[in-house]
Every structure is written in structure tokens, then in C-alpha cells.
């Protein structure tokens, strides 16, 4: 077997499992040897219930006490088991599981593995799993791989297939020359891949963890490297002017610009009007304003004559800036001709618009992915601007840029990090930092919360909707087979809707919902139809409700800092005092404090840093920062140390040896010109 070999030659894998593994886009051993595990749960000895610490998943072994007590309320079937072991006792609710009672006989002892948790004076554990203590023994002292599911695909069968895999896998060659394995401190190939998966401990899972991680990065910088050079040598194809649209559109704006973006928007025009093309980010905090930057900058280009392009990584994102730059359009009379082209539209719809680009009818594109898919072809792109760009691959960014011949190129970012990972992650491109915020923002402000306090915060956010506002609440996540206690969003709105007052519009959005579905959700929300929106992680970044002033994430201990930065950074854009209530399932000290850095700082840049002082790098079993830039194992917070190496080495390497022609270094040609996952084009470096 090869990365190439479908995954139906896997023994156990029949065409009904082989379609479930394609809705998590595996279909080669390959994909199933990359769906690395999202984190490792360890299955520690059964505790003394009197030593378990509340909000700790744990195993206690209990002795059933009594014939479990049933209730039923409406098609719920709530079974409630009392348990003791020598120190103490704990009772198990069970929802659903009637089968269990059987084997619940009084005087029977197992394992019950789940998250404690209080009622009262009393531990409690709600749907634990149950074991044998022969069963239980096996696990402990393991780590067990978990694994990003689809419903149907239970994490056991994705562990088991990925085995059967391993068993019969041809392992590619190393590629590495021993000097650099040595020199970054990195395991073999195999032993990552096989360890990725199955770790023998702790250590061994992090070794193959910084192994995949240098790996995508040097990918990733090689690529940079590439572009950097690529793009510093190229002349200025589309020079502009400045012409009195830009100057009429700011002094028609309802606000002024900030001394930030003033200095922004002048990089920007120099480099339009001088003789480079431009490479430019643009760097500021959620909030700052850097879409009215970009739309000075399509409007300079749109007077010119040419087309320029705006591609954002959601639809709903796509929609929005659509939407108001139609708006804008009319209102001051700019000379925008704007069509929008996102996944979601009708054949007939993308056709018209696939047109009126393609003859330079519209010289304003605004979308998706959709914008660089083959059957787009642009009249004149003159400017490719990319929103929350680091959601994209550079590889991306760049199809998006060789739509046309050499666009100018602008990408907007609120991700916060240091200025030395910026040089690194960005090397191709110039920073612009916007670093204030419009002045008549007021701070927001904040609280950290554990669960008791729903009750308020729904109080206060009825109070709000009273006064004309609007709210979030962000849950995380539910994906199949996880644990029970995370709020679907669905069952929570529905719970939400009993809370408040029935005057109060409740909705909920999340992930898996058709697009269209998304964008109309969105749109009423924008248009005040929706008062209070339920929603999953989907409205992290961009959204742009200014009237929205309450922020309520629960379980926030779930998210990075980073990430939760961005979600406090849906509110807080109007002039209205804003706030955000962040509630914590989890009551242990360290996330208190975690957490607490939001509550002190608003400042995207001081919270990535002093979260990472918190934890210390290389915390594998931390949670991750935040979704952002296209690495699938590499954090850009916690693996900054070994981004930096990457980073230096890759600079000598390719200073001794351009084009990696060198007999040493061969072998990692040929690898990074072959391969699916990271693969470099080398003809240009
Ligand atoms: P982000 O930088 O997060 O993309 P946006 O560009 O969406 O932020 O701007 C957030 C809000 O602030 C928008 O409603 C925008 O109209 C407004 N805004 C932008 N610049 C200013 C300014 N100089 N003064 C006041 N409001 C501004
Ligand atoms: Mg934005």
C-alpha cells in the first residue's frame, strides 16, 4: 500500500464505509494516514472517588448500591445509578440507555470513565462509559488518538482502519539528509507517521507531532521563499493614479479615517503608483478597519480602468461585503460595477457573472474560492485582495494572483502575532500595521463566568435586546459521538427561546447548514430581523454588525485565546458600550486564569503572547490557539520556536543551494515535487 492506494483495498473497508470516509475527504491510504488525531485522551487507573477532582475526566471503580431509579419524561429515559467505593460515593445519570439497567445489578463493580461533576455536595458523572475492570486495564497508561468524525463513523473504526494501514504501508524513503534530522532534533518519517497515530507515551507523540509540524512549515516557507523571490523582482504592470473617486469616497464616509489607516491607505498608493508591483499586508486588530483600506484601494484601481478582485473565506463573509459595497455604491455614487460569484449561486447566475468578468463589465469581483476556480477568466485583474487572508494557502493566494498577469496583491489579517513570526509567516509580503482603533469605540467589557450564572447573562441580554441591541452566543461545536455536555446550538436556541421573552427573535447558524441557508440567516441578523443569534465558531471572523453588543461564548475554556479574541471582536464596532461574557464549564484554576488574560487586555497582540507564556510551548495536549493559517499539525503559537528554526534553515539551505540539486539534497526534491500534501514547484525558485 501507497498513498495512492484507495482505501477500499483497507481489509474491513466495504463501499458503505468508503463513502462515509469520503465525507471527511479521505479516499486514498494516503488522506487516512494524514487525518491526523485532534487530540489523545489518556486512560489513567481508576481514582479514588474521594481523590476525583470536579471538571476532570476521570475513572472511578464503583459498586452499583441499589437498583437504579428510572424516570421517564416525555421520550427521555433518565436512569440515575448510585455508586461506592471505599472513599465515597458518586451517582451516574444515564439518558436513553434503558439496556444498561441489566446490567446494573446491585453489588456488580465497574469502571465508569467520564467528567465529574458537582450537584450540591454531591460528584456526579452524566453518561460515563462503563468497562469491565479487564476491559479498562487494556486502555491504561495508553494514549488514545481522537479523531475528527462524520456521522456513522464511530473514532474506534477510523483507529482501526488507520491500523489496518499502517500494517501493510510502504513508507517512503527519508527524505531529510541525516545532518538536518539531527540538527532540528526530528524522528524518522515512519516513526512520526506511526506515532502520530499510535503513540507509545506522551513524549513519543510529541516528537512525531514536531516532526509533521517542521514539515508543513518547511513546505509552507519554501514556497514563501519562492514567492518572495518571484514577487521583489517584478515591475509595476498596472501603474496607477490617483484620481478624486478615492478622495470624494472618504470625505463622503460618515466618519473619519484613523491616523492608522491614513498611513495605510498612502503605502498602499505609493506602491500602486510606484514601479513594484505590490505584495502588501495589512495587519489590524478585528475592528480596526481595514475593509474601507481595501475598498479605497478596488475603488483606485476600478478608476483606473482596470478590475479588481475581493475574495473572503466564507460565503457569508462574500455576501457581506457585497451587500455594502452595493450599498456604498449608490450612495455616493462610486464607480464600482460589482458581481458577486460564491459556490451557493445557480449555474445560470455563476454563467452571467463568469460573463460580465470575463468582458470587464464588472470591475469589481467580489467571493470565494469561487473567484480562482478554472472557468473564471478576468479581463484585466489589476488587484487580487484577500480578506482574513491567513485562512487561505499560500498556494491560494497565489492561484488568485495568477488569475491575472501579476496583480497587484493586498491581504487584510486581525491574526495576532509578534512582529518575528510576521516576517516569517508573511516573508513575502510588506507589513502595514493599522495599530488603533476608531476612536469613538469604547473599550469592552468583559467577565469570565462559570455556568451558574446563565441565568444573569440571559437577564442582561434580554435588557439589551429592550434597548434596540443585538446578541451572540457562540457554542462549540457538536460533532458526532462527542461528549454529551456541549450545547448543540439547535437545543440551545430552543432553550435560549424559553428563557427570554417570547418578544425576543431568536436563530441559530452553524457549519453544516447549505450556504444559502448561512447567508440568509446573516442577512436578517444584519437587517435587525434576528435579535439573538445561536451560532458554532462559522461568524469567527468578518462579520460586521455594528448594532450587535453582547458577545456570550459557552464553554470558552474549549477555544484558544486567539480565537476567542476574534469572536469578542464581533462586537465592540458600533459606537454603543459592548460586552462579552465568556462561560466556563470548567472551574480548574489554570483555565480561570486563561481566561482571565481576555478579561484584562483587548489587545489581540499582548493576549497571543502572554497566553503562550502561560502555557509554555509545545503543549501538544493544549488546545489549539485557533484555526488559522493552513497548517493541520503546526501551531503557529505553540511551535514558534520550531517555526523559527524552520525558518533559519530554510534560508541556508536554499542560499547553498537553490535549487536543492546537490546529490544531499535531491531526495527532498524529488519529495516536495511529487507529493499531494506539500507540494513546492521548484522550476521557479
Ligand atoms: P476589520 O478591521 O475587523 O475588518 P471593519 O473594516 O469591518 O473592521 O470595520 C469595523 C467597523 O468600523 C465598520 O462598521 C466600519 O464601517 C467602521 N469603521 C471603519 N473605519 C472607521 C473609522 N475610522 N471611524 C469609525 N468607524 C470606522
Ligand atoms: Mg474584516
Redesign the pocket.
Known sequence: MNDQTPILEIKGIGEKTARLFHKLDIDTVGDLLAHYPRDYERFDGPRQIREVVPGETEAVNGTVLAVPNIKKIRNLNIMNVLIRDGSGSMQLTFFNMPYLLKRFQPGKTFVFRGKVQTKGPALIMEQPRVYSSEEYAKFTGRLQPRYALTKGLTNQAIQKAVQKALEDYAFEEEYFPGAILEEMELTGLSEAIREIHLPRDAESARRAHRRLAFEEFFAFLLLLRKNKDLSNSLPNGYPMFETADTVRYIDS??????AG?KQVWQEIRDDMEGPRCMNRLVQ???????????LLALLMTAANGYQGALMAPTEVLAVQHFE?VKRDTEKYKLAFRPVLLVGSMTAKEKKEAYAKIASGEANLIIGTHALIQEKVSYQKLALAVT??QHRFGVRQRETLAEKGLSPHVLV?S?TPIPRTLAIILYGDLKISV?REL????LPIKNCVVNTSYRAKAYQFIANQVSQGHQAYVICPQVEEGEMTDLENVADYAEKLRSALPPSVIVAHLHGKMRPAEKNRIMEDFAARNIDVLVSTTVIEV?I?V?NATVMMVENAERFGLAQLHQLR?RVG???AQSYCIFVSADEKKETMERLEILNHSNDGFHIASEDLKLRGPGDLFGVRQSGDFAFRVGDIYDDSELLKKTSDLVDRLLDQDPDLSLEVHRPLRVHFENTDRNKVDFRTI
Do not use: C
Not at 476608531?438 to 469605540?441: I, Q, Y
Open positions: 464616509l460618515p466618519f473619519r479615517l484613523t489607516q489590524g486588530d478585528v475592528g480596526s478597519g481595514k475593509t474601507i483600506i481595501a455594502s480578506d482574513e487584510m486581525a493599522i476608531p476612536a469613538d469605540r468578518g460586521n455594528p471582536g464596532r458600533g459606537d
